[in-house]
């Protein structure tokens, strides 16, 4: 069949990267995105960084200082803090140009050529400019042609100037003066990247030392299942997979194996149902052409008994292509249920009726009260003719055979039980399967087709009940279906 035949270029024939090569490449990327990061934020980033957190300290700072100028004390505090916070120099002065606190760090006087007088103009200018003045520097020298004289001496690389003017919740009249320098710092960048670049060739190295030992531990497991799976592919059932590696290879595996154990076993039932129905179909018709040809050779023969034999093998013939033809519908799913409101109770005991005629056997049946049940009459008739007639098959000495109608709170449960030798343990879920018989050997199993009981589930399953079997060996068997009951029947 053209859907059954492989893809004409196999998937893996198209060239793709391994799970070693992806995860190297992944790992690579990861490893690249991190060092680019850590270089950009610590190394090019880094001075920006520092100058922005530094200006902002020193604008705290000088917060500070300025919610603080009607209490000395107070004042005197906050000056101490930010010149040793911020590493700056400050100055406070009143409107008059008097200084009230000084604060140095650096051994020059930034403030030095600032007089009284200075000191007053400036309190007046930047009071006039709105209270704040900011300036920054580069070597000492305001970068956009601001107010240059304010400090002196200032020689580092880069520095910020606060200036405060205001009139104090008190009534003062102060002016605040902040110096700091944000100078970049080199020294520490250049610590940085030899850091850096320790860093990032052990990153590397680890990058390909972690991607080599996982991508092993992934990929070897998945190589060796995939040999595994071609080796099934060309039809070896009892190839196993390893189950190692990660949980989910390992599941994976697991998951294999076990579909291998089911292809062996529809490998098994595909051989011995060629076997069986070539054997089954072939035994009557022996016995039909023996026989006819016995009838019209020998005059004598032509006697009512042999024509019965013809017709009894022709019978179980049509009962094999019977069963055969139900079971292929009723498994493809073609097969719609004539579901009618029936007497089960009554059905079962006609179905007994027609086995009057075996006078050696004795037919038990153990019910309280008529059940009826919504179901496809002819299906169910089936279902019960098949148990029965295993049990008959099967049933020992005594050829007893009990059958029992149980009525629970929503279901009907009916048994059939023999007296036979009963089945083995493990044989108790295999013998639902098509064309399976436990002892293929034995005399009576040649009887049947091995179909009824796939039949028989088939059919309870399309009705939405539920069957089983116990057995005991040597003390026989008991196989039971159970059946919902209609609404009504199971409330009353
Ligand atoms: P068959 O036509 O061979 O009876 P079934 O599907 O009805 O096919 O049964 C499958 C197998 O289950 C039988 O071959 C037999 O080995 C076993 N079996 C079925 N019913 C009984 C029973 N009542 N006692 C013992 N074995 C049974």
């Known amino acids: ?44 980033f880094l001075n920006s960084f520092y100058k922005a957190i530094k200006i902002a300290d020193l604008r705290q700072n ?26 700056a120099n400050v100055l406070v002065a009143d409107g008059d140009g008097v200084r009230l606190a000084v604060a140095r760090t650096s051994l020059n006087d930034v403030f030095s050529q600032l ?16 209270g704040t003045y900011f300036q920054r520097y580069i070597h000492g020298s305001p970068v956009d042609g601001g107010a240059a004289d304010i400090i002196r001496g200032a020689d580092s690389l880069e520095s910020v100037l606060y200036v405060y003017a205001l009139e104090t919740a008190g009534g003062n009249e102060r002016l605040v003066i902040l110096f700091a320098s944000i100078a970049p710092l080199e020294s520490t960048v250049e610590t940085l990247r030899i850091q850096l670049t320790v860093i990032t060739i052990i990153m590397c190295l680890l990058a390909f030392g972690l991607a080599w030992v996982i991508s092993r531990s992934i990929s070897k497991p998945i190589v060796r299942m995939n040999r595994s799976a071609a080796e099934l592919a060309k039809g070896n059932y009892s190839v196993r997979f390893a ?36 054997h089954d179909l072939r035994t009557p018709l022996t016995m039909i052409t023996g026989y006819a040809e016995v009838m019209r050779d020998l005059p004598g023969e032509n006697t009512p008994e042999n024509v019965q034999i013809i017709i009894d093998e022709a019978t179980r013939l049509t009962t094999l292509v019977n069963d055969l033809l139900d079971l292929s519908k009723l498994q493809s799913g073609t097969v719609t249920l004539a579901p009618t409101s029936f007497s089960l109770t ?24 008529d059940v ?46 023999d007296t036979g030798e009963g089945i083995p343990e493990d044989k108790l ?46 003390q026989g068997s008991t196989f039971w279906f159970e059946l919902p009951l209609p609404k009504e029947d199971s409330e009353s």
């Open 115 to 130: 007089w009284p007088n200075d000191l007053r103009t400036l309190y007046q200018d930047t009071l006039a400019q709105g």
């Open 346 to 369: 009554e059905c079962i005991r006609t179905i007994l009726h027609r086995y009057d005629k075996l006078i050696d056997y004795q037919f038990d049946f153990q019910y309280d009260r």
């Open 429 to 474: 879920q295999d013998i639902w399967e098509r064309y399976y018989k436990v002892d293929k050997e034995h005399k009576r199993a040649q009887v049947g087709t091995g179909l009824g009981l796939s039949i028989v589930k088939t059919v309870i399953d399309l009705h939405g009940g539920t069957y089983g079997v116990q057995s005991a060996l040597g």
């Open 62 to 87: 000088a917060h500070q200082i300025v919610r603080s100028l009607d209490d000395t004390e107070m004042m005197y505090e906050a000056v101490a803090t930010a010149a040793q916070d911020s590493q």
């Open 372 to 417: 009826e049940v919504i179901a496809d009459e002819l299906k169910i008739t089936q279902v019960v003719y098949n148990l029965i007639n295993n049990a008959v098959t099967y049933t020992g000495e005594d050829k007893k055979i009990t059958l029992r109608q149980l009525v629970m709170e929503d279901r009907v449960r009916i048994e059939v039980s």
């Open 1 to 44: 069949m053209k859907s059954d035949a492989l893809p004409a270029e196999p998937r893996s024939k198209r060239f793709r990267f391994g799970i070693r090569t992806n995860l190297f490449i992944g790992f690579a990327l990861l490893t690249v995105v991190i060092v680019a990061l850590l270089w950009l934020f610590q190394i090019v």
């Open 243 to 278: 189950e190692s590696g990660a949980r989910e290879t390992a599941e994976l595996a697991h998951s294999l194996n076990v579909a291998a154990v089911e292809l062996s076993k529809v490998e098994t039932l595909r051989r011995d149902l060629i076997a069986n129905v070539s």
